[in-house]
């Protein structure tokens, strides 16, 4: 199974960009790319994904490596209700591909 | 609104005692997950059902049982619980995945087992 690395842990300021980075140079031609975020005392969330293209929503965005050996989740403006562990996920299709597997994530801290 | 419940938030139970948490989703899913998450060591994947009576390992099976009898139900069963299967312990569901689609999966609030 590919395999993704994250930094342990990043810090921003409140209204300022936060670019987490996600390396997954093991990735196959299949795997989606997916973002998640668990806030304090809560679940995770589902954040964004993606295959090969740059993707927008209302939440972030994703900027992903030509090669796709690496991606970056980018929060425009962070605030403070951002602060939450980011996890980087890939996704296959297919019956393997309905496993959903969690690494070690990235814990983002929001100073104001 | 999409919903994935789980029957206690907080639960404590004595060593050795058979233990149930139970999830409910409404979303048709067939997909469903347990995961604990403990401090330092992120989400781990325990069981994965892809459809009713269907299961597979994951990555920390050991001591777990799982039963889903109904679509929408999937059970946790501690059989015999120990003091390390204290942790938070959350489920999740999401559609199949079928070639070239990828959705996402909705989590619940998590259950927090002591055993004492």
């Known amino acids: 199974d590919a395999k993704t690395t994250q930094p342990n842990s990043m810090e921003s300021n409140e209204e300022e960009p936060v670019h987490l980075p996600c390396n997954h140079s093991?990735?196959?031609?299949?795997?989606?790319i997916h973002w998640y975020r668990q806030l304090p005392s809560q679940g995770p969330e589902y954040v964004i994904h993606g295959l090969t293209s740059n993707v927008n929503n209302r939440m972030a965005s994703l900027a992903i490596a030509e090669d796709r050996k690496s991606s970056t989740l980018i929060l425009h403006r962070a605030t403070l209700r951002d602060a939450a562990v980011y996890y980087c996920i890939l996704r296959g299709y297919g019956n393997a591909g309905n496993m959903l597997t969690f690494g070690g994530g990235t814990r983002l801290m929001v100073k104001p | 609104d999409v919903k994935v419940t789980q029957s206690s938030r907080y639960l404590v139970k004595r060593t050795g005692e058979k233990v149930f948490l139970e999830c409910v989703q409404d979303m048709d899913h067939e997909n469903m997950f347990w995961y604990r998450q403990d401090p330092g060591l992120g989400l781990r994947l325990i069981y994965f059902s892809y459809d009713v009576k269907m299961k597979e390992k994951g990555d920390i099976p050991e001591g777990y049982s799982v039963s889903r009898e109904k679509k929408e139900r999937f059970s946790l069963i501690l059989e015999s619980a120990s003091t390390n299967q204290t942790s938070m312990y959350l489920c999740?569901?999401?559609?199949?995945?079928?070639?070239?689609?990828?959705?996402?999966?909705?989590f619940g609030q998590g259950t927090r087992l002591t055993v004492v």
């Open positions: 093991t990735i196959s031609g299949t795997d989606y």
């Open positions: 999740a569901s999401r559609l199949r995945q079928p070639s070239g689609v990828n959705t996402e999966a909705f």
